[in-house]
């Protein structure tokens, strides 16, 4: 079973910056999109930023310009870059892989075990 790790959480002042690395723990046949999510207490897992195998990026409305995500295809490695961090920034981040562990088996879902932001003001 391969897991995704992630590192690079911590805590912040706001306008500060923090890079979120995910590596999985295996090998995969092929990777389509990987994204982050967050989640703050008491709220729903919302997507953060995704980045498809064509490298084309899509951003939460909240995160534009301040947020970039990038990818290793050689690593199968997902990173979010975050810069000008503010107090609603503060959440568990979690990475998102879909992907193909063997050429015979369907995309699934691979998901990180979080790791935490914390931006203080």
């Known amino acids: 079973q391969v897991q995704l790790v992630e590192s690079g959480g911590g805590l912040v002042q706001a306008g500060g910056s923090l890079r979120l690395s995910c590596a999985p723990s295996?090998?995969?046949?092929?990777?389509?999109?990987m994204g982050w999510y967050r989640q703050a207490p008491g709220k729903q897992r919302d997507l953060v930023a995704a980045?498809?195998?064509?490298?084309?990026?899509n951003y939460a409305d909240s995160v534009k310009g301040r947020f970039t995500i990038s990818r290793d295809n050689a690593k199968n490695t997902v990173y979010l870059q975050m810069n000008s961090l503010k107090p609603e920034d503060t959440a568990v981040y979690y990475c998102?892989?879909?992907?193909?562990?063997?050429?015979?088996?369907?995309?699934?879902?691979?998901w990180g075990q979080g790791t935490q932001v914390t931006v203080s003001s």
């Open positions: 998102k892989t879909v992907g193909q562990r063997y050429r015979w088996s369907p995309f699934s879902d691979y």
């Open positions: 295996g090998s995969f046949f092929s990777i389509n999109v």
């Open positions: 980045i498809n195998s064509g490298g084309v990026t």
